[in-house]
């Protein structure tokens, strides 16, 4: 296990049961351990990709049978901070979560403990803005694949571009 302990990131995604006992385990293994424990109130236009008569149209109705079985019992839901750096959308917060990405922004605070950055908005610092400027994404990216359970063909459905990038992929700017 030891040799694996670099690839392991815990993600503890709103601390549900408040005890914390992640945060006693981080300070004896060398993972990096992610808290994001501050839950917002989204702004009204935010709030409406994320209400359930969105969800109903975009997601659970017309869209087949998997799609129909998400459960709707409050708005949305509550891991896709943890789940969205998962998704290979070119901003690679996979190979390192501080690049930030869909899954906020985080910092590390604490040796190996990260939570989540502040990015400005409207000129006022704000953690939650390093999630919440890629939720319209994230519901597109979720409603194009709820279309493409039910196309018939590949091009009757919204797909992600393809980018092409002549040179390096990587560079560093100053």
Not at 41 to 69: R, T, V
Not at 89 to 107: A, K, V
Request: net charge negative; with cysteine.
């Amino acid at each position: 296990m030891e040799q694996n302990l670099p690839e392991i990131i815990i993600y503890e995604s709103g601390a549900p049961d408040h005890d914390g006992g992640w945060r006693y385990v981080w300070d004896y293994m060398s993972v990096d351990y992610y808290f994001k424990n501050r839950l917002s109130k989204n702004s009204k236009e935010l709030q409406q990709i994320m209400d359930k008569p969105w969800l109903a149209d975009h997601i659970k109705n017309g869209h087949g049978p998997l799609c129909a079985a998400y459960p709707q019992e409050y708005t949305s839901e509550g891991d896709t901070p943890s789940f969205m750096p998962l998704i290979r959308n070119g901003l690679e917060q996979h190979t390192d979560y501080t690049l930030g990405g869909w899954g906020g922004r985080p910092e590390y605070k604490n040796g190996n403990h990260m939570q989540d950055g502040n990015d400005l908005k409207n000129g006022v610092s704000d953690s939650h803005y390093t999630f919440q400027r890629w939720l319209p994404a994230i519901q597109n990216d979720w409603a194009a694949r709820a279309d493409w359970c039910v196309a018939d063909e590949y091009s009757k459905a919204n797909h992600q571009p393809v980018a092409r990038i002549l040179g390096e992929s990587v560079r560093t700017v100053r």
